[in-house]
């Protein structure tokens, strides 16, 4: 064993529990309820636009909440040893999902301003209006709220699950959760795949309802969990300090990142390119309105910014060795891929409401930034109290050891 090896695998033996983030959670938490009420405040002037903002930020963060779910789960399934000193921060992010049902009432609640088929306009069309008749027994409000419950009580037993042993290994040390949290993580993986499906067939899809896509839930995931490889990346580089994971991470660990990163901007721009290639050759007048409004010069800038800063951008960036291994090189990318992932949900949900073109209301600021602290500060008071790094794990001295094969 290296020297420094040997001085990580003391410092995680001289771990407590993490103790801070007071400010984040109170700062956090009593931003975000001002900030989400300045953004409802808008409903009094405009509810549509008010709640197209919200569901933009609450797809937005659900979407890495689920997007980290999806990491961990494929970390245990593969036996993944380099991520067990990353694997606190990764459970913490999914942390958040039981706040999301919270966030989701308004949708919930509001959710004629949202979407055309809770009641559909008589101007609509003959054809159009029997079309959404023949989808009423899928497309209906009670059918929807209970799709959604179902979608959020699985990934949040999963999420639960995994952290419950995870914590509960801290205090005992018993080997056997491991392999829990490997059966768990494997067996749930299409379960969790398939929930993710729906739930953007559900939540976005269908603000066009007369239009369908097979890889819309796939496209969905590819940006969520390229987000949270993004987030991780940002947390790796922050979370250091007295009791933090981060000091003990080594370029290894952060190199792993970044090549994840770079393989999911890649999995992220075939999954979109493919959708619009199947698209433009099938050719069929139920399918191409959804990229017409966006080709349009008004919105057509915003899919080319995309391709360059949502591809071109990070994935030159994370072709760089030395760039992967540096942390605070990497959290400068993983930021950027943040903003534009945001930007990649809003061309897909804000052309429904304004297909004349691009257009920014403030309320789409308050509401990304409200959801966003609240998220932040509900993460940190989950995460106070328990190790940020799983001390008792058989395989943590391995990761901590961890070198390129």
């Not at 009641?119 to 799709?147: C, I, Q, S």
């Not at 991470?249 to 290639?277: D, P, R, V």
């Not at 050719?283 to 309105?289: G, Q």
């Not at 403030?362 to 609240?374: K, M, N, P, R």
Request: glycine share 8%.
């Amino acid at each position: 064993m290296s020297s420094g090896t040997a001085v990580s695998t003391q410092a995680a033996a001289n771990l407590q529990p993490f103790a801070g983030g007071r400010s984040w959670i109170l700062g956090g938490g009593l931003g975000g309820l001002a900030l989400l009420g300045a953004t409802f405040a808008g409903m009094a002037t405009d509810p549509r636009q008010t709640m197209f903002s919200y569901l933009v930020a609450f797809a937005y963060w659900t979407g890495i909440g689920l997007g980290a779910l999806v990491l961990l789960m494929i970390m245990h399934a593969f036996r993944a040893k380099w991520v067990t000193v990353l694997r606190r921060p990764i459970e913490s992010i999914t942390l958040v999902l039981p706040l999301m049902v919270l966030l989701f009432i308004p949708i919930a609640v509001f959710m004629k301003h949202l979407y055309i088929w809770v009641d559909p306009p008589a101007d609509m069309g003959r054809e159009a209006l029997k079309l959404l008749a023949h989808k009423r027994a899928y497309l209906n409000v009670t059918a929807f709220v209970v799709r959604t419950v179902i979608y959020f009580a699985l990934c949040i037993f999963l999420s639960q699950r995994l952290y419950g042993w995870s914590i509960k290994q801290d205090r005992t040390g018993e080997v056997g959760l491991t392999q829990r949290q490997r059966n768990l993580g494997a067996g749930g993986l299409p379960f969790l795949a398939m929930a993710i499906t729906f739930a953007a067939f559900d939540w976005l899809m269908s603000l066009n309802p007369l239009w369908f896509s097979t890889i819309f839930g796939v496209y969905y995931f590819a940006g969520s969990f390229v987000s949270a490889l993004a987030l991780l990346s940002v947390i790796s580089d922050l979370a250091r300090g007295k009791d933090l994971f981060g000091d003990l991470l080594n370029a290894e660990h952060t190199h792993n990142i970044g090549k994840l990163m770079l393989s999911f901007i890649c999995f992220w721009a075939y999954i979109g390119f493919s959708q619009l290639l199947l698209i433009w050759i099938a050719n069929l007048p139920e399918e191409v309105p959804f990229y017409m409004v966006r080709f349009k010069a008004e919105w057509a800038w915003v899919g080319v910014f995309l391709i360059v800063g949502h591809f071109f951008l990070p994935f030159g960036a994370l072709l760089s060795r030395s760039l992967k291994r540096d942390r605070r090189r990497l959290a400068a990318v993983g930021v950027w891929i943040l903003l534009v992932h945001y930007l990649d949900l809003y061309w897909l949900v804000m052309p429904t409401l304004h297909p004349e073109g691009f257009t920014m209301h403030w309320t789409s600021v308050t509401a990304f930034l409200g959801v966003g602290l609240l998220a932040v500060a509900f993460v940190m008071w989950r995460a106070r109290g328990r190790f940020t790094v799983p001390v008792r794990d058989p395989y943590l001295a391995d990761s901590l050891r961890y070198k390129q094969p």
